[in-house]
């Protein structure tokens, strides 16, 4: 099994800890500043983000959805109120993140429709062809095993049942490119160790994204996988890139 740049990534640098350990630590220091700091961050724009990552399921119109990395329940939530499926499942290796999330969930009297649960992304606790869509936003990058994660999802996805990842990606417009490693190096890191004491994850999130296969490589890495009618489409002006594949 492949192994890219971004696995080895991770939030602390001299840790014992391996990079799922890592990820799910540095998640329950931030997860009280974490919607907080999306929204600071990114002016707002992430919403807009997550809304058109879901409208590409809009076809499907899936009943069963597994939302990986799912955090405090943004993705879930949406897709509940844009999709009505029957049935969403969260799953995270955040126990704090997640806590976060089951209070938005009851405080919308959605918790009939939307269960979030403890999971790894890695070994997802559910029977093949399990679920009608898999969304993932803004979490693949943290899986310690890209290949493995991607193979799990589609396992659990029904056949002709639809991934859509959204991720952050690197722009490549002379100007825009270098305003946006000037905002993710130095900017976003030093609010963040502002606003929540937690300059590292964020100099971790900025690592990531560099060390991420994106675009076409990405694409062909979901092919590899084994997903079918794979596409990549950028988003202002390639912050930001939405991901879909079939099973």
């Given at each position: 099994m492949a192994v890219y740049k971004h696995d080895k990534v991770v939030p602390y640098q001299n840790s014992g800890?391996?990079?799922k350990q890592q990820v799910a630590d540095m998640f329950n220091r931030i997860a009280f500043r974490y919607d907080f700091m999306n929204r600071f961050l990114s002016a707002g724009i992430d919403r807009g983000w997550?809304?058109?990552?879901?409208?590409?399921?809009?076809?499907?119109?899936?009943?069963?959805?597994?939302?990986?990395?799912?955090?405090?329940?943004?993705?879930?939530?949406m897709a509940c109120e844009l999709l009505k499926p029957d049935k969403i499942t969260g799953i995270d290796i955040s126990?704090?993140?997640?806590?976060?999330?089951?209070?938005?969930?009851l405080k919308l009297g959605l918790e009939d429709r939307i269960e979030l649960q403890t999971?790894?992304?890695e070994a997802i606790n559910f029977p093949d062809n399990t679920f009608d869509a898999v969304t993932v936003a803004?979490?693949?990058r943290n899986f310690e095993n890209l290949e493995q994660g991607l193979k799990e999802i589609k396992r659990v996805l029904k056949p002709s049942g639809k991934l859509v990842i959204l991720e952050f990606s690197k722009p490549k417009l002379a100007g825009i490119a270098q305003l946006y490693y000037l905002y993710m190096e130095i900017v976003a890191p030093q609010v963040a160790s502002m606003v929540s004491?937690?300059?590292?994850?964020?100099q971790y999130l900025n690592k990531s994204v560099l060390g991420f296969p994106e675009g076409k490589v990405f694409v062909e890495i979901l092919n590899n996988v084994g997903f079918r009618n794979t596409s990549c489409k950028k988003l202002s002006l390639g912050i930001c890139s939405i991901y879909c594949g079939v099973k």
């Open positions: 800890l391996t990079k997550r809304k058109k990552a879901l409208l590409r399921l809009a076809k499907e119109n899936p009943k069963t959805i597994l939302d990986v990395a799912t955090g405090t329940g943004d993705v879930a939530i126990e704090k993140m997640l806590e976060l999330g089951k209070e938005k969930v999971g790894d992304s803004f979490g693949v004491k937690n300059k590292k994850a964020y």
